[in-house]
């Protein structure tokens, strides 16, 4: 690995939902490490069902491929609790392969990391 | 890389990625380079005119050597040879 990433996914509006993805998926292929923290409406991305339902037009790939290929490039995937009332989800809502993580997981991860990314 | 002739060089792979956009060919690039061994080389087919820009940072970064990249007709031609 030559880099750590972490990436902040705040949001399921397609324009904002897709860029971590498509980042995410270079770093991966530039061997860095991806971290992708998702919270507030980002957390639909990691919903079961969820990112089925956001579509991006011209895009490479859909957003389940995109996870696809992050699960296989070792991203780690949390999912940030603290979001979970404010949005009504579960930790069994979620898909597989997410972790849980709250505010300290970010900050920490974020303290350490060469490249931030926030998407909100 | 206007010195690069592809036809002095044996290609392992091709991988076609017209018809896929950023980071769609970069993606392909990384797969496909783990299919050949070491000193071998691939070529790249890319639409999309970040790719020529694109790949070599990737074979930089990564330990890749990027030999040149020519044009064709609505395409790059890229290529890369495996170095680890």
Redesign the interface.
């Known amino acids: 690995m030559?880099g750590r990433m972490w990436i902040f996914c705040g949001s399921d509006e397609p324009q904002k939902a897709f860029p971590p993805f498509?980042?995410g998926?270079?770093a991966l292929?530039?061997?860095m490490e991806v971290n992708m923290f998702f919270t507030m409406n980002g957390l639909n991305i990691v919903k079961k069902g969820g990112a089925e339902k956001i579509k991006l037009p011209?895009?490479?790939?859909t957003l389940p491929e995109f996870i696809g290929?992050m699960r296989e490039g070792g991203a780690r995937m949390i999912a940030c609790s603290a979001a979970f009332p404010i949005v009504g989800c579960k930790q069994e809502d979620l898909i597989a392969g997410v972790e849980c993580g709250g505010v300290a997981t970010f900050v920490s991860g974020a303290e350490e990391a060469d490249v931030v990314l926030t998407f909100c | 890389m206007a010195d690069f002739n592809p036809s002095t060089i044996q290609v392992a792979k091709v991988v076609d990625a017209r018809g896929s956009a950023c980071p769609g060919p970069l993606l392909e690039a990384k797969k496909a380079i783990g299919t050949v061994k070491k000193g071998e080389i691939i070529e790249v087919l890319s639409g999309d005119p970040s790719t020529k820009v694109d790949i070599p940072k990737w074979a930089t970064k990564v330990g890749h050597e990027f030999l040149g990249a020519i044009a064709a007709e609505g395409y790059d031609r890229i290529f890369v040879t495996r170095r680890k």
């Not at chain 1, 011209?58 to 790939?61: E, L, R, S, Y």
């Open positions: 030559t498509m980042l998926s270079g292929a530039l061997d011209g895009a490479p790939k290929i």
